[in-house]
């Protein structure tokens, strides 16, 4: 489980009038957000047509990030915040930290990198790992390597739950706190002032029972446990209230080659034992990692790529920000904006950088930089 | 007024005409023809950019001078922040969209859906308005002579920019006098000059071009998409035997207080005691030749501008001082960046003794110093030395000075309704009564297809428009022509196109721009079903996905019923949006009311489930599995691409195919004079190319 720093839950817990909250959700934004490029640049650098399993599990994944997101932003509204997303500080740099300096805990860089399966292990699941991961069988290993890496693996659970300190909370502990708080501020006297407004529900994008609009604190719940459970899963299963994997165990899925299925005869009835997911590394485009626009020469074809993707991309957190301060029905024109930069990075990850440092051919990835100009 | 006055702000920078080129051959709309190879790169495929997105953009767009209503101009930060600040697109909505109308008329393009700015990057925008959709005009194809770049056309777009909104001009005298000027029609008038674009497939720079920007305020009763004023124009309608472009020019008035400067329409002087001042304004920047697409101007020698006291014409040499008035000093045009900072534009303060003559004679442009060196004699006739003699008229205003526009050149539209152009004519500027004449130009078969094209103007019965229009002394007429269904005449592809001319009744020798027209797509009527069914819809997507290989085969693709249901509520908020939003689709804007209804509500129909229907057809009948769909090899972007067959084919690709800066159709046209130059332009470079071993 990604962690944060103790006080930042301590911080929730001392505030006292529900604009001191506000910090705290606009957190929570940014952090759903860090994590759509990093997963992006793994769906961009599968090739076109193929890795299909793999391809929908990452795109699945980061569809709910948006979600999330999205969540985020109306509970903001609703108790009378205003989501900042057409910010330069909204964006991460990578590699780096993710907001709040969360997974600190165990040096957790993150990084816009190919879908490999190290990536998946050491960036996509270390970002999605609950508290208490179940210790899920995998079966018929297809290689050794898988093996290993599921040795890793347990070796960092078991060393991450030592780790368990006085210091470090859990992201569900974080949104576990800042509902707490809103029932309590709630019953002193109604929090949820914002504007309905404001609220993004749009059946077009996202299922009615899944994004709503937040009034009161039983959704304020339910929105909060739609984040936690699609993100871990619970304690005592892998998957969320609609059947689906959470997300770790869904990159798990393509970690390990198999479906995640029912199985009683493992201790927590599932194992990673169904059909095959294949991850075929011939078919994974090597990005260029955690490159800048200027990572690129002036001039060149990459160059001008870096730049149209950056400031589509920041022309998108512009249009998302419209959305959530008061103009809702602008979801749509982010939504062209999103299919704009798709069309962009899909050809721009067909320029052939050449060689590397290592001496491996790279081609171009766009950098998800904020930008306020089209140079 | 437009923004071809003493108040306007320059820009310079690039721009991006992404545009796709599968549809630039007319018989690609034809599904049962349609061959996989035509969405591939190359000569006869589908051309030079098949995956090309459509997309208009405005890239490091610098304002680099402005102008104030006093003449004085700056280039100085320190004198007006709004120097070195940017002019972009939209930051919060996709790329806008540049639009053919149609693969047998590629020479009115259209932008659609740009959003302009202005930026310091800090501040988002300190005004921004919308862009009326406007065709390029005054298109000329020798423009570059000495490039070495692919295209050596260049062309200008004008329109307005509407729903302005402005943020903080106090830091700006600039900004301040300008939005006092257009707060009352709230638009701003717009230009640019496009040029210098590349076409070549391997260049870092492909598909980018440069653009020569300029802002001013649009007054009442002034045309959006052309200068009412003076207008330059070569005698045989095209280009004059140096290059030399239509252009046009202006003569605005200013009222001594700067607020009070009212333009030159219903102008109330604040202190009558002082006198209104003039200015003649020219815009050079589609006008002379340039010898490389970094905008600078080939040497033709000392030009001037001048009032001919007697009808000289165009070529005339020798001209005799008694027989013109000079106006302004010689033009700066060779100066170090000249068209970058200045826009090419032109202002000469004019004294009230000027006036009159000015506003009854014909202006020319003089060339007063002898041929430089190096320069080809202009007319090579009998008698004349290599060196031509001084005072030669190189280009001169219309005959009598009389100038008859459209404002409305494009038009889409359903079959019976109603679409009207409003036009404009003056003479030396100023507003007059006139006849002009229309006509439904001849069957024709367009810009491309070459002789398997269909025919276009025809049946004549499908258009219904008077032949004569009387415009009154305030030299402005609205024309309402009246469109039926054209039934089909074109078989694979919707509709039929209709070019009507007009020329001024009286005028036997006055020099008209070659797409200075009202050209109509007018659809075919389409029945739309009770409950459509993937049949109704399916002939018109495919369509579609054969011709934009950007959509079908890297996000969804139109043929495929799997893949459009897949997309289903993407395409319903793109088939529902307003034509003007830059997502709209199509992208091309060529789908008939009756065919939108359709696909809209097979895509909206739901059960009494709330399930959405999405019929397949009358059995239902599963369409047949479809391969997945492959890697599309011409969306890669790989600099091995052959550039250029052959010189044959490098003809063809420049001369055939379209973009914001489109090539005639050699096949179809190739006796007009645009076409026979591009095609020598094009062997040229390619000559060029060859020497270099490309």
């Known amino acids: ?375 | 007024m437009s923004y071809l006055n003493n108040v306007h702000m320059v820009f310079s920078g690039r721009f991006q005409s992404d545009v796709s080129t599968v549809n630039n051959e007319v018989t690609h709309f034809d599904n049962e023809t349609f061959e996989p190879r035509f969405q591939e790169y190359g000569n006869e495929n589908g051309w030079w950019n098949p995956c090309g997105s459509g997309a208009f953009r405005l890239i490091d767009c610098r304002v680099t001078q402005v102008g104030y209503a006093n003449g004085a101009t700056t280039s100085d930060k320190k004198e007006d922040p709004v120097i070195g600040m940017l002019i972009g697109g939209s930051n919060e909505q996709t790329s806008a969209k540049m639009v053919d109308l149609d693969p047998q008329m590629q020479l009115v393009s259209e932008i659609w859906g740009l959003t302009m700015r202005l930026t310091d990057g800090k501040t988002p925008h300190f005004f921004e308005g919308k862009f009326l959709p406007a065709p390029f005009r005054d298109i000329s194809f020798t423009r570059i002579e000495n490039s070495a770049g692919d295209i050596g056309a260049s062309a200008i777009y004008q329109s307005v920019l509407e729903d302005l909104t402005w943020v903080d001009t106090d830091s700006s005298p600039f900004l301040q006098e300008l939005k006092a000027l257009s707060e009352k029609v709230g638009k701003l008038s717009v230009r640019m000059m496009v040029y210098g674009y590349n076409m070549t497939h391997s260049d870092p720079e492909f598909t980018l071009g440069q653009v020569s920007g300029v802002i001013g305020p649009a007054l009442e009763n002034e045309p959006d998409t052309f200068i009412s004023g003076r207008r330059f124009a070569p005698a045989n309608g095209n280009v004059i035997a140096q290059s030399i472009n239509f252009f046009n020019a202006k003569v605005n008035t200013y009222y001594p207080s700067v607020k009070a400067m009212k333009g030159d329409v219903g102008g109330q002087e604040d202190n009558a005691s002082e006198l209104p001042s003039h200015s003649l304004n020219v815009d050079f920047s589609n006008a002379l030749p340039l010898i490389n697409s970094q905008g600078v101007f080939a040497n033709l020698g000392q030009l001037q501008l001048v009032v001919l006291t007697q009808d000289f014409g165009e070529e005339t040499m020798v001209l005799s001082p008694k027989f013109f008035v000079p106006v302004g000093d010689p033009i700066a045009y060779l100066q170090h960046d000249w068209l970058k900072q200045t826009g090419g534009l032109v202002s000469i303060p004019i004294s009230e003794g000027l006036l009159p003559t000015l506003n009854s004679g014909p202006l020319a442009l003089l060339r007063v110093s002898p041929t430089p060196e190096g320069i080809a004699p202009l007319i090579p006739q009998e008698g004349a030395s290599a060196s031509l003699p001084n005072n030669t008229i190189l280009i001169r205003e219309t005959q009598e000075g009389v100038l008859v526009r459209s404002d409305n050149v494009v038009h889409r539209l359903n079959p019976a309704t109603q679409s009207q152009a409003t036009f404009y004519a003056s003479q030396y500027g100023i507003p007059t009564s006139l006849d002009i004449e229309i006509t439904l130009q001849p069957r024709s078969q367009g810009t491309s297809g070459g002789p398997r094209a269909p025919f276009i103007n025809h049946p004549a019965s499908a258009i219904q428009f008077t032949k004569s229009l009387s415009i009154p002394a305030t030299g402005n007429a609205v024309f309402t022509f009246e469109v039926t269904d054209p039934k089909n005449p074109r078989g694979y592809i919707d509709g039929q196109l209709f070019f009507l001319s007009y020329t001024p009744v009286g005028y036997a020798d006055y020099a008209q721009y070659q797409y200075d027209f009202i050209a109509s797509l007018v659809f075919d009527t389409f029945e739309v079903p009770d409950s459509p069914t993937w049949a109704d819809v399916k002939d018109f997507m495919t369509q579609y996905g054969n011709l934009y290989p950007v959509m079908s085969r890297m996000l969804v693709d139109l043929s495929d019923y799997d893949s459009v249901v897949k997309f289903r509520a993407l395409l319903e908020l793109a088939f529902t949006l307003p034509q003007r939003d830059p997502n709209f689709m199509p992208v091309t804007r060529d789908l008939s009311a009756g065919k939108r209804q359709t696909i809209i509500k097979w895509l909206t129909e739901k059960d009494a489930n709330g399930n959405y229907v999405l019929a397949r057809g009358p059995k239902n009948v599963p369409a047949p599995e479809k391969a997945a769909t492959e890697t599309c090899n011409s969306c890669e972007i790989d600099d091995d691409l052959p550039t250029v067959d052959s010189v044959t084919a490098q003809t063809k690709t420049t001369a055939q195919q379209s973009h914001s800066l489109k090539g005639q159709n050699l096949t179809s046209d190739s006796s007009t004079p645009v076409g026979s130059k591009t095609v020598a332009h094009a062997r040229f470079i390619n000559s060029k190319k060859a020497q270099k071993g490309k």
């Open chain 1, 1 to 375: 489980m990604l962690k944060l720093r103790k006080s930042i839950i301590e911080g929730i817990r001392n505030v006292a009038q529900i604009e001191e909250l506000h910090g705290f959700i606009q957190n929570a934004i940014e952090l759903e957000h860090a994590t759509i490029p990093v997963y992006l640049t793994g769906l961009f650098s599968i090739k076109h047509g193929t890795n299909i399993d793999a391809r929908n599990i990452v795109l699945s994944v980061v569809v709910e990030e948006m979600l999330h997101m999205s969540i985020a932003s109306n509970l903001l509204n609703a108790v009378g915040g205003k989501p900042a997303i057409n910010q330069p500080n909204f964006v991460p740099t990578f590699p780096g930290p993710l907001p709040m300096d969360v997974g600190e805990d165990r040096n957790l860089v993150a990084t816009l990198a190919p879908l490999t399966k190290k990536q998946i292990h050491d960036v996509f699941m270390a970002i999605e790992e609950p508290e208490h991961p179940l210790a899920i069988p995998v079966k018929l290993f297809s290689s050794p390597e898988q093996a290993a890496l599921l040795d890793n693996d347990s070796s960092t659970n078991s060393e991450m739950l030592s780790n368990s300190t006085q210091e470090f909370s859990t992201i569900g502990q974080f949104y576990h706190e800042i509902f707490l708080k809103l029932e309590a501020l709630n019953k002193e006297q109604n929090i949820f002032t914002g504007d309905p407004k404001k609220q993004l529900v749009n059946t077009q994008w996202f299922p009615q029972d899944e994004l709503f609009a937040i009034t009161n604190i039983e959704q304020a719940k339910r929105a909060i446990d739609i984040i936690v459970d699609q993100g871990e899963g619970t304690s005592i299963s892998p998957v969320d209230a609609q059947n689906k994997p959470a997300h770790y165990y869904r990159f798990g899925e393509i970690l390990y080659g198999k479906r995640l299925v029912v199985d009683k005869s493992a201790k927590e009835g599932w194992a990673y034992a169904g059909e095959p997911v294949e991850l075929d590394a011939s078919n994974i485009l090597n990005l260029k990692q955690n490159a800048k626009a200027t990572d690129y020469p002036e001039g060149s074809v990459a160059r001008r790529y870096a730049d149209q993707t950056n400031f589509t991309y920041s022309s998108l957190l512009n249009a998302l920000h419209e959305t959530f301060n008061g103009n809702p029905a602008n979801i749509d024109a982010a939504m062209g904006l999103m299919y704009e930069l798709r069309l962009q990075v899909q050809k721009m990850v067909t320029i052939n950088l050449g060689p590397n440092e290592q001496g491996i051919d790279e081609v171009a990835a766009p950098p998800f930089q904020f930008v306020t100009v089209n140079v």
